[in-house]
């Protein structure tokens, strides 16, 4: 018999709802769900294919242990047994920092480790932590932390109201969107062109979104840090600023006005490759647009001034007036979790980072955690404090991180890995032992993440819709199991349900501090029948800023709301929120903050200049591929490839390239051979490669990603230089020498 289970689709940020038709607990097809609050029926092929991840014969289904050049399936007590020993061997011996822990994208995109990887992370004792976030978002978390006070206070453009979109380093028709949570993105930007509005795009690529807007700005890469100044520089000469709600509440506007004069379009112009004329006339369309809203993504974060630019952004938007007005850039208040809906409105302890440096290379910590750049330098360099062991969680970094070649060589060389995975791939074949959490379908989900960074306010809950298979265990189990034993006990089933109930406990004695809510312990009876991240999320829901207080507003929010709404519950779109959203100590907005400041005077005035001549290689994403892990799919995956050397006419002329013919692709560090695709959709002088491939290496056991294999753009990309304020990874604006292979 047939039936229908309703789900929010986890694979990207969009959040989109998906009607699974199921046959049993197989997934018979998937549909975009119409009644979903917020995607409306919308559906990208990703999500389509979710049916074939959930199937896929290559998905893990019991832990492995490395025995010689085998995997041997074990029971989860042996493996659990082999973790404790080469876990804690390692920690014996060389102490607690000798254990690195590297946690990847899809920890923003489930429930379990978003809430469990931090008892992992304190059960570890390690300084040394990494992450996806220093090849994406990072740069954002700094400058919003600064001026705001806290990393997830970013703006989010209210696309369903703005008349003007000034995009810089986003390619939503193939992203699906990021920090800008939207399910639908190619028909909400449609619709504001439909509506008389403008969108401009600004990438070094014609990408599909560049050619669906009004104008395609195809900018040096990297330079979108002196783009943005030029057009502060234009804003302030035009005597039209105007702080709107931000006026009376910001700090530092008169150091902009002293570093501006440096940015006169003429000075960028040659910079961003923008003649000074446009780079004026972009920055009036701001300023003559009823509302308007920048949106930088991650082509600008993985550069060389990453903070800088996603700063700049901000500052535009504060110029403007468009900051927390309809219509331009507006702060989500997320039902559940979010840093700025807790403490006291208005006021916080802000946001620093640097409290430590990482040992070779010394960088600054930024939000605990240190560049993954740096990861291979850790543990190759030897010394006090040489990371000897590894634990990722849902990570690629073999794929997803520069200098990948010698990141390969470096896991390769540890004394003992274990990986919370779903697959064998390029990075977990390096792995003792591998821990597969139950498939997408036995987990509950609620976008923790996303909320805080969409273009509504909307709460969404998937309960799970097949029970756990006998021999599987909960992704949360795992990681608490992981937790017990990295703090020295066995990893039992009752130590992971008592260090659940001990999170819980935590929590619910900090919140019984508000005198809003009642006592730690008749909360936790009233959440006594959940354990785990539903128990987590419910206990967020209640005490959030929807929620039910339990019990003092019957109309609120909790997960028993959610759970009777399958298809979410719509909180209305973004409103106004300053001051109150701010969590600065000064209770202001810091347009200056000190650490761009300086960052400006040390490098980025003195980068005004010519550029240096030669080709410079940028990547780029395709609507079915997502990062390095859904290329095991067939029906993503077929057809003409994907993973091409995009290279402008005028450049493959003068190199004797031809399209379809390979091209060999140098960089500093490394060197890939791939088939060129000819195209005037790029800058001259720059070329592209997508990330996320270069599979079916030995040891690996993905069988369709192997058949279409592609390179690993990032053996090119270059871990010494990072973007110094977040510790990003520079993944965009990599010098190359490409010739005919
Ligand atoms: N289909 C699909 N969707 C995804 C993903 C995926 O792999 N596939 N990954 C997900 C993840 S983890 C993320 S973080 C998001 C990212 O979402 P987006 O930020 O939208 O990412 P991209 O589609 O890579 O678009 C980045 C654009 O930046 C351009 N660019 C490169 N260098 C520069 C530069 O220096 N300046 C400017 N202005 N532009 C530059 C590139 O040409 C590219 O078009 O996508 C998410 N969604
Ligand atoms: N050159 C270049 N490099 C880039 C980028 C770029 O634009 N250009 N983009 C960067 C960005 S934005 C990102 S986010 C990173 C991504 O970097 P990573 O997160 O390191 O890489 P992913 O490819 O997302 O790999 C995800 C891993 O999680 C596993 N996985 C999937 N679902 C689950 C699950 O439910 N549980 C567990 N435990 N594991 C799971 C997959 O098998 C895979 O091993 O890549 C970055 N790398
Ligand atoms: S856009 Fe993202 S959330 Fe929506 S169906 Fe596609 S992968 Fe899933
Ligand atoms: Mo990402």
Request: proline share 8%; aromatic share 4%.
């Amino acid at each position: 018999m047939r039936t229908i289970e309703y789900r929010t689709c986890p694979l990207c940020e969009a959040t989109c709802g998906l009607e699974l038709h199921m046959e049993g607990e197989e997934v018979v097809l998937v549909r975009g769900d119409k009644d979903d609050v917020f995607s409306k029926g919308y559906l990208c092929p990703k999500g389509a294919a979710l049916k074939d991840l959930v199937a896929d014969p290559d998905r893990l289904r019991a832990p492995l242990v490395r025995r010689g050049d085998e995997y041997v399936e074990v029971s989860w007590d042996e493996a659990f047994a082999a973790v404790r020993e080469g876990l804690m061997g390692v920690i014996e011996r060389h102490g607690r920092d000798a254990v690195g822990a590297y946690l990847g994208n899809p920890c923003a995109h489930n429930l379990a480790p978003i809430i469990y990887n931090r008892a992992l992370l304190q059960g570890l004792g390690t300084t040394n932590v990494f992450s996806a976030s220093t090849v994406d978002q990072m740069p954002k978390h700094v400058s919003a932390g600064l001026m705001f006070g806290t990393p997830i206070s970013v703006p989010i453009p209210d696309l369903d109201h703005t008349d003007h979109l000034l995009m810089l380093g986003a390619n939503p028709f193939a992203s699906n969107g990021s920090l800008m949570t939207a399910p639908d993105l190619p028909g909400r930007l449609r619709a504001i062109r439909a509506r008389g509005g403008r969108i401009v795009v600004v990438d070094p690529r014609r990408s599909k979104t560049a050619e669906e807007a009004d104008e395609w700005v195809a900018i040096r890469p990297g330079t979108d840090a002196h783009l943005l100044f030029g057009l502060v520089n234009v804003i302030l000469a035009s005597g039209r600023v105007d702080l709107g709600r931000a006026e009376g509440i910001t700090d530092g506007f008169e150091v902009i006005e002293r570093l501006a004069p440096h940015f006169t379009p003429e000075a960028v112009a040659p910079v961003c490759g923008i003649p000074a004329e446009d780079v004026r006339r972009l920055a009036t369309e701001l300023l003559d647009a009823r509302t308007a809203a920048v949106y930088g993504r991650i082509g600008t974060c993985t550069q060389e001034y990453g903070t800088l630019a996603s700063w700049l952004v901000d500052v535009v938007n504060i110029l403007t007036g468009n900051l927390d007005r309809p219509g331009g850039a507006l702060f989500p208040k997320n039902a559940a979790g979010s840093a700025n809906t807790g403490g006291t409105p208005g006021r916080g302890r802000g946001f620093r980072t640097g409290r430590r440096h990482s040992r070779v290379e010394g960088k600054p910590e930024v939000l605990g955690e240190f560049p993954v750049a740096t990861l291979a330098s850790e543990i190759l360099t030897p010394g006090e404090g040489q990371i000897r062991a590894l634990v990722t969680v849902a990570g690629n970094p073999v794929v997803s991180t520069p200098d990948a070649g010698r990141l390969d060589a470096a896991l390769a060389d540890l004394e003992f890995m274990v990986s919370v995975d779903i697959y064998r791939n390029e990075t977990t074949r390096h792995a003792d032992v591998i821990l597969p959490p139950g498939g997408i379908l036995t987990k509950e989900h609620f976008d923790l993440a996303f909320y805080s960074l969409s273009i509504r306010n909307v709460a969404n809950y998937s309960p799970p819709i097949n029970p756990l298979p006998p021999g599987e265990l909960h992704e949360w189990e795992i990681l608490l199991r992981l937790a017990a034993i990295a703090g020295g006990a066995q990893g039992s089933a009752e130590e992971c349900a008592g260090l659940d109930d001990l999170i819980i406990g935590g929590l619910a004695a900090k919140a019984a501090q508000r005198d809003d809510l009642p006592t730690a312990d008749e909360m936790l009876e009233a959440l006594a029948h959940r354990r785990g991240p539903a128990r987590v999320v419910d206990f967020m829901l209640r005490t959030g800023p929807y929620g039910d207080r339990f019990g003092a507003d019957p109309e609120g929010l909790s997960l028993a709301v959610l759970e009777a709404n399958p298809h979410g519950v719509d909180l209305g779109p973004l409103q106004p929120r300053l001051p109150e959203v701010l969590r600065t100590p000064t209770g202001r907005i810091d347009l200056a903050p000190d650490l761009m400041v300086a960052d400006v005077e040390a490098r980025l005035i003195p980068s005004l200049g010519a550029p240096t001549p030669g080709l410079v290689l940028v990547g780029r994403r395709d609507l079915r591929s997502n990062n390095s892990w859904m290329h095991n799919i067939k029906v993503l995956v077929k057809g003409r490839p994907r993973c091409t050397l995009h290279i402008h006419p005028d450049d493959a002329a003068g190199l004797g390239l031809t399209d379809g013919a390979p091209a060999r692709v140098r960089s500093r560090v490394g060197e890939v051979v791939l088939p060129v695709e000819v195209t005037d959709g790029i800058r001259p002088g720059v070329v592209s490669i997508p990330h996320g491939w270069g599979h079916g290496a030995p040891g690996t056991a993905m069988r369709v990603a192997a058949e279409y294999a592609g390179v690993n753009s990032n053996v090119l990309t270059d871990a010494s230089v990072i973007d110094p304020l977040s510790g990003n990874a520079v993944l965009n604006g990599i010098p190359v020498e490409v010739d005919a292979a």
